[in-house]
């Protein structure tokens, strides 16, 4: 038999829960076939086989949790399926594994991503053992959670046109089928539990693993790392102009930056000139690292993604443009990776298109700080020459470690930061 063991998917996972089960015990498996969705640190992964045969035994249930290494799962040939409820929930009976039980020696896996969801401690309705097939007998290529949802609310994928890479159906595609405007999909019925307190009725909600890993890196990094924030008002109407004239230029499919892509940019090309700025501090050490990777906060389904536009420092706007918009797509329809959540080395938040002016972000640890972008207003100032004049404004605040910036350091990067800005043509040099 071939062992299917909990791999480890990110730096940072340390073990990971079985979501549902793709496939029941007795069934036959290709290489490719779906096996299994896990939950990590990071995201959602079902696991496609790298091997053919039978899946002879289940050892994790639904809802477990197993640390990296544990055996969930083994694939051998027909003749050594384990006896147990073969074809019902894809479980046998003695699903737990026996003391004494050690890892394999192999994954039989490979992972694609889905979007982060709270796990459901058993299935109400059997996974299908077969996947959405066309007319034609063509497989419909379509991502887990779509694949979900659809099960879930009797869509029939083989009728849907998919809007992700290569015709892939999607999240969206799915809640574009049962006429929901893009709402969440319907919640598991495991994962809130009502309690009656002297407080009225209390839901008591448990925390996906992404959600979990989210509390507790900010929790360290306030507890850990000395805070300070430095602020500015930018004066973006240069900026505001300039992408003006961007939009009226752009032919039909041209990505056109946005504000926050020009702060991207601008605060890689700071990081460039201020190395410690661009470093992070590790075990009584300071690290400085030779790329600048920007990471973009993005917000998915109650938790905080943040994927890294690499190289940020050597890309031109619209690059990053084109790149910022395509991982923020990938984060909402559950398809980013591990490894484009990884590399960070330091952070943009925005939540000015919330219609917050300023507001102070938690530094996403080891990094040496984090730029929270507030929104762009235009404002009555005071020009040199005394007058009153209308100017859009737009609000900033750095958080910095400042066990390794000191107060000069974070106000010289944020000035550097505010002249890229304010004379964006610096931007496009």
């Known amino acids: 038999m071939t062992d299917i063991v909990m791999p480890r998917l990110s730096d940072s996972m340390e073990e990971g829960t079985v ?11 290709a290489v490719g076939d779906e096996l299994v969705e896990v939950e990590t640190d990071k995201a959602n992964m079902v696991y496609e086989s790298d091997t ?3 899946l002879a035994e ?13 055996v969930i799962a083994r694939i051998g040939d027909g003749s050594e399926v384990v006896a147990g409820d073969v074809g019902g929930s894809g479980l046998p009976h003695h699903a737990a594994p026996s003391p004494g039980e ?64 290569g015709g892939r159906i999607v999240k969206a595609d799915v809640e574009r089928a049962l006429g929901s405007g893009g709402g969440p999909a319907p919640a598991s019925p495991t994962a809130a539990v009502d309690v009656a307190t002297a407080k009225g009725q209390t839901q008591v909600l448990e925390l996906t693993k992404l959600q979990q890993t989210v509390a507790r890196r900010m929790a360290e990094s306030k507890a850990t790392a000395p805070h300070f924030y430095l ?56 690290e400085l690292y030779s790329r600048v990777n920007v990471g973009v906060a993005v917000a998915a389904q109650d938790a905080l993604v943040v994927p890294t536009v690499f190289d940020s420092d050597l890309k031109g706007l619209r690059q990053i443009a084109t ?12 398809q980013i990776t591990p490894p484009e959540l990884s590399g960070g080395t330091f952070t943009v938040s925005n939540l000015g298109m919330y219609g917050v002016s300023n507001f102070h972000a938690v530094i996403n640890s080891p990094q040496a700080g984090i730029l929270a972008v507030g929104e762009l207003k235009a404002k009555a100032v005071v020009s040199d020459e005394g007058q009153i004049v209308a100017r859009e404004m737009m609000g900033v605040t750095l958080a910095c470690d400042h066990r390794i910036l000191y107060g000069a350091d974070g106000a010289l990067f944020l000035k550097r930061v505010r002249e890229l800005m304010e004379e964006p043509i610096g931007l496009a040099l």
Do not use: H
């Open 58 to 70: 289940v050892l994790a249930k639904e809802g477990d949790t197993l640390p990296i290494g544990e």
């Open 19 to 29: 979501l549902k089960w793709l496939k029941s015990v007795g069934d036959e498996v």
């Open 231 to 286: 602020q500015a008002e930018l004066d973006m109407s240069a900026a505001v102009a300039g992408r003006t004239k961007l939009k009226q230029m752009a032919g039909e499919g041209d990505v056109v930056p946005t504000y926050n892509d020009m702060v991207v940019k601008a605060c890689a090309i700071a990081l460039r000139e201020f190395p410690r700025a661009n470093g992070a501090y590790r075990d009584g050490k300071i």
């Open 52 to 54: 053919a045969g039978t």
């Open 102 to 165: 050690g890892s394999g020696d192999g994954a039989a896996a490979t992972v694609r991503t889905t979007t982060a969801t709270p796990a459901a401690s058993a299935p109400t309705d059997p996974p299908p053992t077969q996947p959405a097939a066309s007319s034609d007998g063509q497989r419909v290529k379509a991502s887990p959670i779509a694949k979900r949802i659809a099960r879930e609310r009797g869509v029939d994928l083989a009728g849907l046109s998919g809007s992700g890479p």
């Open 323 to 334: 790149e910022t918009r395509a991982l923020a797509s990938r984060v909402r329809d559950g």
